[in-house]
């Protein structure tokens, strides 16, 4: 398969497809075992809302990617997220609220709630420290003890934009499925490297997205999802910059402001079509200003060269 052909896991479509589909639920267990760790290993599961090629375009809009229980009758909330969202702790917790509180039908008690676990890729560094996968559990704020009387919640990330691991590197199945996840445009089933080809699930994996790339109207839609991401990457840039222009525009008018007086229009008019580069340096030179003489001048040799 040329590579033209290969297929990121990471897309909503894909990702579905790979983990949420009934006929892939084995791929789900063990993505979900590589994050639990050795203290909880699930053995199968019930997809809530599983994958319908049929379907997919009208669930696009629904809020969780894949919504599963095991035979303990434990919840599961799986989620992919490709694109930095600075509020994304807050949505990740509402997920989580979402799926132990739509346990219960109007009128039934408490004791219907089950433990619920919210497991969450992350394509981006989210935490400041190096650490690619954490948990967070209620905890006792003086003691740091947890009480098996609130061990109902569970939130894990990986932030896969950490993990720097090579093949030979790899040690556990989550080291694996990240490698996978984030490298999966090296990989042909037919010549997988040693350390994933030993685990069933991610070669199986690995021949799906093979499937996947060669199904025209599967592919059409991977590659509909994949403009669109490119769009929103665009847009959300496009957004931080006009953020970082603004911020830095309003610097230098409180700079010389404070420093040479009310700005005159001419300069004011000059500093609004201003790129961000050029208003840090003009930040940056500020203090030997002593007329806005000299700021015109500053701003022609600017634009001379």
Same mark, same amino acid.
């Given at each position: 398969?040329?590579?033209?052909?290969?297929?990121?896991?990471?897309?909503?479509? =894909?990702?579905?497809?790979? &983990?949420?589909?009934?006929?892939?639920?084995?791929?789900?267990?063990?993505?979900?075992?590589?994050?639990?760790?050795?203290?909880?290993?699930?053995? #199968?599961?019930?997809?809530?809302?599983?994958?319908?090629?049929?379907?997919?375009?009208?669930?696009?809009?629904?809020?969780?990617?894949?919504?599963? =229980? #095991?035979?303990?009758?434990?919840?599961?909330?799986?989620?992919?997220?490709?694109?930095?969202?600075?509020?994304?702790?807050?949505?990740?917790?509402?997920?989580?609220? *979402? /799926?132990?509180?739509?346990?219960?039908?109007?009128?039934?008690?408490?004791?219907?709630?089950?433990?619920?676990? @919210?497991?969450?890729?992350?394509?981006?560094?989210?935490?400041?420290?190096?650490? /690619?996968?954490?948990?967070?559990?209620?905890?006792?704020?003086?003691? @740091?003890?947890?009480?098996?009387?609130?061990?109902?919640? !569970?939130?894990? &990330?990986?932030?896969?934009?950490? &993990?720097? *691991?090579?093949?030979?590197?790899?040690?556990?199945?989550?080291? !694996?499925?990240?490698?996978?996840?984030?490298?999966?445009?090296?990989?042909?089933?037919?010549?997988?490297?040693?350390?994933?080809?030993?685990?069933?699930?991610?070669?199986? %994996?690995?021949?799906?997205?093979?499937?996947? @790339?060669?199904?025209?109207?599967?592919?059409?839609?991977?590659?509909?999802?994949?403009? %669109?991401?490119?769009?929103?990457?665009?847009?959300?840039?496009?957004?931080?910059?006009?953020? !970082?222009?603004?911020? %830095?525009?309003?610097?230098?008018?409180?700079?010389?402001?404070?420093?040479?007086?009310?700005?005159?229009?001419?300069?004011?008019?000059?500093?609004?079509?201003?790129?961000? /580069?050029?208003? #840090?340096?003009?930040?940056?030179?500020?203090?030997?200003?002593?007329?806005?003489? #000299? =700021?015109?001048?500053?701003?022609?040799?600017?634009?001379?060269?």
């Amino acid at each position: 398969m040329s590579t033209t052909n290969r297929i990121n896991p990471k897309t909503d479509f =894909v990702f579905r497809k790979l &983990f949420g589909s009934d006929e892939n639920k084995d791929l789900l267990i063990s993505l979900i075992n590589s994050v639990v760790g050795p203290e909880l290993q699930i053995t #199968d599961v019930t997809i809530k809302n599983p994958f319908n090629l049929a379907d997919y375009p009208r669930q696009k809009q629904s809020i969780l990617d894949i919504k599963a =229980v #095991d035979e303990n009758g434990d919840w599961y909330d799986v989620e992919m997220q490709i694109i930095a969202h600075t509020l994304y702790g807050k949505r990740a917790v509402y997920y989580l609220c *979402k /799926v132990f509180a739509d346990q219960l039908e109007s009128g039934e008690d408490y004791s219907k709630l089950n433990t619920t676990i @919210g497991i969450h890729f992350l394509d981006f560094r989210f935490f400041d420290d190096a650490r /690619v996968m954490r948990q967070f559990v209620l905890r006792d704020a003086e003691t @740091g003890e947890a009480s098996a009387k609130l061990d109902c919640i !569970r939130l894990y &990330f990986v932030e896969m934009a950490k &993990f720097e *691991k090579d093949w030979p590197q790899l040690r556990t199945a989550l080291d !694996r499925w990240v490698s996978f996840l984030n490298r999966a445009g090296e990989l042909l089933a037919s010549s997988m490297p040693t350390e994933l080809s030993a685990e069933p699930a991610i070669a199986k %994996a690995v021949a799906e997205l093979e499937r996947i @790339g060669m199904d025209p109207r599967q592919r059409e839609i991977y590659e509909g999802e994949v403009k %669109a991401l490119m769009v929103d990457q665009i847009q959300i840039r496009s957004a931080e910059e006009r953020g !970082r222009q603004d911020h %830095a525009s309003q610097m230098i008018v409180r700079l010389l402001t404070r420093k040479l007086g009310e700005i005159p229009t001419s300069i004011s008019d000059r500093l609004s079509g201003l790129s961000t /580069v050029v208003l #840090d340096d003009l930040i940056a030179d500020v203090l030997g200003f002593t007329s806005y003489a #000299d =700021v015109e001048a500053w701003l022609d040799r600017r634009r001379a060269n």
